[in-house]
Antibody
Framework: EVQLVESGGGLVQPGGSLRLSCAAS????????MNWVRQAPGKGLEWVSY????????YYADSVKGRFTISRDNAKNSLYLQMNSLRAEDTAVYYC???????????WGQGTLVTVSS | DIQMTQSPSSVSASVGDRVTITCRAS??????LAWYQQKPGKAPKLLIY???SLQSGVPSRFSGSGSGTDFTLTISSLQPEDFATYYC???????????FGPGTKVDIK
C-alpha cells in the first residue's frame, strides 16, 4: 500500500524558515516523480513544486520561487521542502503527492499545517 | 499561463440526482485534464485522468468527457459519500507545473 506521511509543519513567524518532510513507503520511491501541493484554509489547491525521480529536474510555482527548495533522498525514501522567508500567505496545509500517469497526482499524504503568524 | 474555471461554484443536490460539473481552460489542453474529489479534512482523491479515464477503484457512476477547452465531470446517481468538493487539474502546461480549478462544492439539498 502506498503511504506518504508529511511532518515538520507548525507555527513560524514571518520571515522564518521551516523544513517539511514526507516519508514514502509501499512503492519504489526512486522511480517516481514527487510534488508538493498546498491548500490555504478554506481555499483551493495550489501546486508548489515538482522534482523528478532522480532529483535532476525541479520546478517551482512563481509564488515560491527563490524562497522554497525541494529535494529528495532516495536512499531514505524521503521528500523535503525547505521553506525560507515565509510570509502570511504561505499559511496552508502542505501535501506531498506522487506523480502518476498523464501528469496526475494519484497518491497524496494526509498533509501538514504550516501557519505563518507573529 | 493556462487558467482554469469551474461552474457552478456550488451545487445542492439530492441522493440519486445526476450532477454535472464543468471545467473550462483558457486555452486548449487536448485531453490533459484530471478530476479530484476532496472531503473536509482529507487529501484530494484522483477520480478521472486524461479527461475520461476512470482511476482504478473509482465507482463507475463517475465519468468525464471533453477535450480542448471544455470538460465535464458527471455523477450519474449521487450517493451520500459523494458530497464533497471537486477540482479539475490541467497538465498540458506541465512542465513546469499543474493548475487546479477553483473547485465545485456539492452539498445536500
Amino acid at each position: 500500500e502506498v503511504q506518504l506521511v508529511e511532518s515538520g509543519g507548525g507555527l513560524v513567524q514571518p520571515g522564518g524558515s521551516l523544513r517539511l518532510s514526507c516519508a514514502a513507503s509501499g512503492f519504489t520511491f526512486s522511480s517516481y516523480e514527487m510534488n508538493w501541493v498546498r491548500q490555504a484554509p478554506g481555499k483551493g489547491l495550489e501546486w508548489v513544486s515538482y522534482i523528478s525521480s532522480s532529483g535532476s529536474t525541479i520546478y517551482y510555482a512563481d509564488s515560491v520561487k527563490g524562497r522554497f527548495t525541494i529535494s529528495r533522498d532516495n536512499a531514505k525514501n524521503s521528500l523535503y521542502l525547505q521553506m525560507n522567508s515565509l510570509r502570511a500567505e504561505d499559511t496552508a496545509v502542505y501535501y506531498c503527492a506522487r506523480g502518476g500517469v498523464a501528469a496526475t497526482l494519484p497518491y497524496w499524504g494526509q498533509g501538514t499545517l504550516v501557519t505563518v503568524s507573529s | 499561463d493556462i487558467q482554469m474555471t469551474q461552474s457552478p461554484s456550488s451545487v445542492s443536490a439530492s441522493v440519486g440526482d445526476r450532477v454535472t460539473i464543468t471545467c473550462r481552460a483558457s486555452q486548449g489542453i487536448s485531453s490533459w485534464l484530471a478530476w479530484y474529489q476532496q472531503k473536509p479534512g482529507k487529501a484530494p482523491k484522483l477520480l478521472i485522468y486524461a479527461a475520461s479515464s476512470l482511476q482504478s477503484g473509482v465507482p463507475s457512476r463517475f465519468s468525464g468527457s471533453g477535450s480542448g477547452t471544455d470538460f465535464t465531470l458527471t455523477i450519474s446517481s449521487l450517493q451520500p459519500e459523494d458530497f464533497a468538493t471537486y477540482y479539475c487539474q490541467q497538465a498540458n502546461s506541465f512542465p513546469p507545473g499543474f493548475t487546479f480549478g477553483p473547485g465545485t462544492k456539492v452539498d445536500i439539498k
